[in-house]
């Protein structure tokens, strides 16, 4: 009997004291969903928009140049009857390096593109990850990582805090920083 009231005094303080030894700042993680932030954030709609007008730009520049080269190559194919030899080889190695110049030029504007997008998404990151950090000091959270880049199989809705890092990344954009 003794021993049993003694075990059961001994349990009664362990399960008392233990929790305390625990009970440190409770774990507080946030998740950021980048991707819905590039798409939701006035200014991942801006950068859209500056990205597909560019491309529009482009797209018209070249469909000009093709054009162009169709209406060389038409023109060839008319005066290579009545052309020297001389004058036809000369004609065709023009044309082949304007064919090449198109080329290059096409995929100069796919590279100033890409890096236009790159850079933008780099800027964004930037800032978004600046308002995560300041979020997480305020906010004292243990942990903020990115939904996808940290390979996260599952997170509740709950620690999500995307929709918060875009209402403020859009007053940081409104403010013009």
Same mark, same amino acid.
């Given at each position: 009997?003794?021993?049993?009231?003694?075990?059961?005094?001994?349990?009664?303080?362990?399960?008392?004291?233990?929790?305390?030894?625990?009970?440190?700042?409770?774990?507080?993680?946030?998740?950021?969903?980048?991707?819905?932030?590039?798409?939701?954030?006035?200014?991942? =709609?801006?950068?859209?928009?500056?990205? %597909?007008?560019? #491309?529009?730009?482009? /797209?018209?520049? *070249?469909?000009? @140049? $093709?054009?162009?080269?169709?209406?060389?190559?038409?023109?060839?194919?008319?005066?290579?009857?009545?052309?020297?030899?001389?004058?036809?080889?000369?004609?065709?190695?023009?044309?082949?390096?304007?064919?090449?110049?198109?080329?290059?030029?096409?995929?100069?504007?796919?590279?100033?593109?890409?890096?236009?997008?790159?850079?933008?998404?780099?800027?964004?990151? =930037?800032?978004?990850?600046?308002?995560? %950090?300041?979020? #997480?000091?305020?906010? /004292?959270?243990? *942990?903020?990582? @990115? $939904?996808?880049?940290?390979?996260?199989?599952?997170?509740?809705?709950?620690?999500?805090?995307?929709?918060?890092?875009?209402?403020?990344?859009?007053?940081?954009?409104?403010?013009?920083?």
């Amino acid at each position: 009997m003794k021993r049993i009231l003694f075990v059961t005094i001994i349990s009664l303080l362990a399960i008392s004291f233990v929790p305390m030894a625990f009970c440190a700042d409770a774990v507080k993680i946030g998740v950021i969903d980048f991707e819905k932030i590039m798409k939701e954030s006035s200014a991942g =709609k801006m950068n859209q928009k500056v990205l %597909n007008a560019k #491309g529009t730009e482009f /797209k018209n520049k *070249l469909e000009k @140049e $093709k054009q162009s080269l169709d209406a060389i190559g038409q023109s060839f194919e008319k005066e290579a009857l009545v052309l020297s030899d001389e004058k036809k080889r000369e004609r065709e190695r023009d044309f082949r390096n304007q064919i090449e110049d198109f080329k290059i030029m096409q995929q100069n504007y796919t590279n100033e593109l890409k890096n236009l997008e790159i850079k933008m998404i780099n800027d964004m990151q =930037k800032a978004v990850f600046d308002i995560a %950090n300041e979020l #997480g000091k305020q906010e /004292k959270y243990t *942990l903020i990582i @990115e $939904k996808k880049n940290a390979g996260v199989i599952y997170a509740p809705d709950q620690i999500d805090i995307t929709d918060r890092v875009i209402t403020k990344y859009n007053a940081v954009t409104a403010q013009g920083n």
